[in-house]
Nanobody
Framework: QVQLVESGGGLVQPGGSLRLSCAASGITFSINTMGWYRQAPGKQRELVATIQNGYTRKYADSVKGRFAISGDNDKNTVYLQMNSLKPEDTAVYYC?????????WGKGTLVTVSS
């Protein structure tokens, strides 16, 4: 079993920055994918960014050039640096981890971009 705990959400003005963190605990494997999804009100959950085995990164087109994902595989932690935030980035952000074919999800952290 794996537990994911997110932190770092909050209220920020358009153009501002936030950094999300997610720590995994429990039975963890070094071969894994971690990342972030988000769900805005009335919309489906969508991929934001993932990092595989601490190296291979993937981003949604809507965040390329603004968001950066990084990870510390030894610490089972993933980060999402979000810059140039827009009101349309407002959503609940969920940490995600896949290992041994099983998906795990955090409870989510709310990011609100508003003036």
């Amino acid at each position: 079993q794996v537990q994911l705990v997110e932190s770092g959400g909050g209220l920020v003005q358009p153009g501002g920055s936030l950094r999300l963190s997610c720590a995994a605990s429990g039975i963890t494997f070094s071969i894994n994918t971690m990342g972030w999804y988000r769900q805005a009100p009335g919309k489906q959950r969508e991929l934001v960014a993932t990092i595989q085995n601490g190296y291979t990164r993937k981003y949604a087109d809507s965040v390329k050039g603004r968001f950066a994902i990084s990870g510390d595989n030894d610490k089972n932690t993933v980060y999402l640096q979000m810059n140039s935030l827009k009101p349309e980035d407002t959503a609940v952000y969920y940490c995600y981890r896949q290992q041994a074919g099983i998906d795990y999800w955090g409870k989510g952290t709310l990011v609100t971009v508003s003036s």
